[in-house]
């Protein structure tokens, strides 16, 4: 009788010729006839053996391979079924002919040498049929006892894919593709090979992936140049000279390629993310090869292009290193001369004038337009240290040079340089008060024609040009310039770059930002203000709208200041809601603070105080008093303490005269007050700013809050979040045992089942408080990183949530308010481009309605007191700004009797909810009692928590949906 088995695999053999497309090589249909007599010869006992059946398994897996109806796919996943019937049930995906054949070795006999002869007979066999064949035979491999087998199917198998990443390679992105996924399938497998990493096999993978991450697209080339360093370093060790001469040869036209490209990187900031990613790794691949020359250069253009983002101490960094050790004089020469720039740009104008004098001294064969532009340096960097006599000899030094190479003509076509010369010229004219022959030196520039530049050197000379028309109050001239300037950066930025060089020139234009808010907000004619306000809340949160859309193409509509029109008009219809409500906008800068109001009349009213010093603000008062509320806080001092609250009411008196002085109406108060603060003044508790009449703004409005931007304050009606819960209260607290008042102020707020502590109020329980409907209390510890506010880190039990988790996990946050009994959550980002980065922000964009968050380290026992009171009135019905407010009073007026029998009544409340003899009772009474008899010292007059520190902590951060009146729009 006929072997059934011996017919099916005929059957397949039929089939795999009947698919074969016209031109099949017969070598193929050899090597498939080789299985088929492997699969139909059963061994002398007449019983279909192991190796049979394995090679009946693996011609039907090159007859599924080669059929172009085939659901087959390399990685499994597939669950079509296959184009041919067969006798017999067959695998439907590739793992599951793999694990037939495990199963199949597992219960046969299979013997080392029939296993050669079904690696042996694949050599026919090509393209992707090849490779599934023997990506099943190395898999196999690996299960069976031969190591001689497993090296031999793997180095068969990875020469097969290498072949095919080689013979697929082409310089369009498909073929790149296809050869660099090729060569990655080959390394994957390459883990499971130990001997043959580091091999030459190896080594041509790597370049195969390289060549197609390079050509596949632009953006991946760095990821290439890494994959070709490998392969050198293999064929460097293993001694495949002439193979490692040419990748050293490929690597250093690499390296120079990209230094050039840097240098109109670093002019206009195309690309500048992706060439300082670069240039790191040119850096890297100079010192692998071992050519100092090269190593040095690249650092060079890496420290040229850092500074030129604005990211000076990563510039020092590497000028500083390069200089460290010994390089070339070129090398040297352009890194001292970058670095005396670096050092003029952050305030040591003097080392760096005394840098640049050094290099000038020197002996060298420098060309005169290069030395031209060492002496403007130096004539900019005398001027910043108050030389003006020997910033204008400079000047003039580099005048005469620059007419030695170019003549005194304006130059035709433009030069940057000539026009960079005439502003210098300008500036120093301004400061010398000769107002007329800075205008001079302006018209000059102009007339040198349409230098072309784009990007950051264009926002350079926009600078110099606007200071110019500022001070001779060409108000409107300097807002077209600056206005060019905006738009020019906005579509640099949209060019894709990093979130590093989109912070550089955040920075870069923080500048224009307050020129433009200046220019507009002094200008009398009819609608400046409000364009001064656009640009002001333009300048607010740009990095939190990129990191919004996710959408680099759309970054320059997302910046511009028109976008904030959509805002300003949601913000006239909430004030037209209701009587009394009113937005108040604030800009401050090194040139003073701009304070702008949205009222019932729609205008929008507001200006610019030049003499409001709020450089001083900041440095003599605000940082003093951090410094002050840290230590004391920290330290439990209260002398420190009764200081820091000093200084913290002469800040917020200080703020309240530049109100005042602005914006007088605000003295008659309102029913809601939206407060749009701009750096330091964003870490002041706003709703408790002094007006020189004495009344604080939470005093003369019903309900105070700030937001982070204009943008961020006003919000399209969103129905699905009117069923929100608004009283109920879920709590995460005291998750290390060390703040029972936490636990309390949540038990105290809340119902038992309500509130996870201890060991329960890990990630998890913060993450579902937050995306839960119900009002979210986190009271935890917390750790904030003023420099780097997405490493800013609330302390759960199992680990932290960070800042940077809610905006790579999309969490999209539900709960209607979020009170953070967290030290410091409500501080912002401290930058030059002052970003309103911090949890407040975060959580709004997230999805929060609201957040209240401490700005400062608070005391437990205030906060125990402030957060019990105002969970008390947000049950009752009270608006989260109006119980803040109120909480905040109640904290400054108390007496100790008020707050000792507030606290009894807070214990009574724990009491009834926790069993008795529970563990927390225990850790609450002897901080309780400690408590008691301190308020037991105080004279009955006293104010326990009277000081600014405990009771003007918290601040609301506050988003408001707005449904639009019909016409409000129009007023």
Not at 243 to 262: F, N, T
Not at 614 to 626: I, Q, S
Not at 656 to 678: I, K, T
Request: hydrophobic share 50%.
């Amino acid at each position: 009788m006929a072997d059934p088995l011996r017919a099916e695999r005929a059957c397949r053999y039929a089939a795999l010729l009947g698919v074969a497309p016209e031109g099949y090589a017969r070598a193929e249909i050899e090597a498939a006839a080789g299985l088929a007599a492997l699969a139909g010869v059963p061994p002398a006992s007449g019983e279909v053996g192991t190796c049979a059946r394995l090679a009946g398994l693996l011609l039907d897996l090159a007859v599924q391979a080669e059929s172009p109806m085939s659901g087959l796919l390399h990685d499994g996943a597939s669950p079509l079924p296959f184009g041919h019937p067969a006798p017999s049930p067959r695998p439907a995906t590739f793992e599951q002919y793999v694990d037939e054949a495990l199963a199949l070795c597992a219960a046969g006999d299979l013997a080392e040498p029939e296993a050669r002869q079904l690696l042996e007979a694949m050599p026919g066999l090509a393209g992707d049929t090849r490779e599934y064949v023997l990506d099943l035979l190395r898999r196999l491999s690996l299960a069976l006892p031969w190591p001689g087998f497993r090296h031999a199917a793997a180095r068969a198998h990875l020469g097969t894919l290498l072949e095919q990443a080689f013979a697929t390679f082409g310089r369009q992105p498909a073929a790149a593709r296809r050869s660099r996924r090729a060569a990655e399938r080959g390394l994957a497998a390459l883990s499971t090979a130990p001997a043959l990493e580091g091999s030459n096999l190896h080594a041509d993978l790597l370049i195969a992936r390289g060549q197609g991450l390079y050509h596949e697209a632009e953006a991946r080339q760095p990821e290439a140049i890494g994959c070709y360093l490998q392969a050198w370093r293999i064929k460097h060790d293993t001694g495949q000279q002439a193979d490692a001469d040419r990748l050293a040869g490929l690597l250093s036209g690499q390296v120079q390629r990209w230094m050039s490209q840097a240098v109109l990187a670093g002019a206009v900031g195309v690309q500048a993310g992706q060439a300082a990613a670069m240039l790191g790794l040119c850096v890297e691949v100079a010192d692998e090869l071992g050519d100092a020359a090269l190593a040095s250069a690249a650092r060079v253009s890496l420290g040229e292009l850092r500074h030129a983002l604005g990211q000076h101490e990563a510039s020092e960094a590497v000028l500083r290193l390069l200089l460290s050790s010994p390089s070339d004089p070129a090398s040297s020469w352009n890194a001292r001369f970058t670095l005396a720039s670096v050092l003029a740009e952050t305030g040591r104008p003097r080392e760096a004038a005394a840098l640049q004098e050094a290099l000038l001294a020197e002996p060298g064969g420098h060309d005169t337009p290069r030395l031209s532009v060492l002496w403007s340096n130096l004539a900019n960097s005398r001027r910043l240290a108050g030389d003006p006599a020997g910033a204008a000899d400079a000047l003039a030094q580099a005048w005469r040079l620059w007419v030695l190479a170019h003549g005194e003509a304006p130059p035709d076509p433009p030069r940057i340089g000539y026009v960079r010369l005439k502003l210098l010229f300008g500036q120093l004219a301004l400061e010398r008060g000769d107002l007329a022959a800075a205008l001079r030196c302006l018209d000059e520039a102009q007339a040198g024609g349409d230098v072309g530049v784009f990007g950051l050197e264009q926002a350079r000379i926009a600078e110099m040009q606007a200071m110019t028309l500022l001070a001779v109050q060409s108000y409107d001239q300097a807002a077209g310039v600056l206005s060019r300037a905006h738009r020019n950066l906005r579509a640099v930025l949209s060019d894709g770059h990093s979130f590093e060089s989109w912070e550089s020139l955040f920075r870069r234009w923080s500048t224009l930002d307050e020129m433009a808010v200046r220019a507009e907000a002094m200008d009398d004619a009819p609608g400046h203000a409000e364009r001064a306000l656009l640009y002001a809340e333009a300048a607010k949160g740009r990095a939190m709208r990129w990191l919004a859309t996710r959408d680099v193409a759309a970054a320059a509509q997302v910046l511009e200041p028109g976008v904030q029109e959509v805002a300003l008009r949601l913000a006239r219809d909430w004030v037209a809601g209701r009587e009394g409500r009113r937005v108040v906008s604030a800009f401050a800068g090194p040139g003073g603070v701009g304070l702008f109001s949205l009222g019932e009349g729609m205008e929008i009213a507001g200006t610019w105080l030049a003499d409001a010093d709020y450089t001083a603000f900041r440095e003599a008062a605000f940082l003093p008093f951090e410094q002050a509320v840290d230590d004391a806080m920290s330290h439990g001092d209260s002398a420190l303490a009764t200081i820091a609250s000093a200084l913290l009411e002469h800040l917020l008196d200080q703020m309240g005269s530049w109100l005042w002085r602005a914006l007088p109406s605000l003295a008659e108060g309102g029913s809601e007050l939206v407060l749009l603060p701009h750096r330091m003044l964003r870490a002041l508790p706003m709703a408790h700013v002094r007006l020189p009449t004495g009344r604080r703004l939470g005093e003369l409005f019903d309900a105070v809050w700030v937001a982070p931007t204009l943008a961020s304050a006003f919000t399209s009606q969103d129905l699905t979040t009117t069923g929100r819960g608004r009283s109920a209260l879920r709590a995460v607290v005291d998750a290390d045992g060390s703040l029972p008042f936490a636990a309390c102020e949540a038990l105290a707020s809340t119902d038992t089942d309500q509130v996870r502590w201890g060991a329960a109020a890990d990630t998890a329980a913060v993450a579902e408080a937050l995306v839960n409907d119900q009002v979210a209390l986190l009271s935890l510890h917390g750790e904030f990183a003023p420099d780097d506010p997405f490493a800013q880190r609330i302390l759960a039990a199992d680990g932290a949530l960070a800042l940077r988790d809610l905006v790579l996990q999309d969490m999209a946050v539900r709960a209607p308010a979020v009170l953070l009994g967290v030290c410091e959550a409500g501080q912002q980002r401290r930058s030059v481009s002052d970003e309103p980065v911090g949890f407040p922000a975060m959580l709004l964009q997230a999805g929060a309605g609201a957040v209240l968050a401490p700005l400062w380290k608070v005391d437990d026992f205030a906060s125990l007191h402030f957060m019990t009171r105002l969970t008390a009135a947000m049950a009752q019905g009270t608006d989260l700004a109006r119980a803040a407010a109120d909480a905040a009073g109640w904290l400054r007026r108390a007496a100790p009797l008020d707050v000792l029998l507030s606290t009894e009544a807070v214990l009574a409340r724990v009491t009834t909810r926790l069993p008795a003899g529970d563990p927390l009772l225990d850790r609450i009474a002897p901080k309780l009692d400690a408590q008691r008899r301190w308020l037991e010292s105080l004279p009955r007059d006293a104010r326990p928590f009277g000081g600014a520190i405990d009771w003007a902590a918290f601040q609301v951060t506050r988003q408001v949906p707005v449904t639009p009146h019909p016409g409000a729009s129009d007023a």
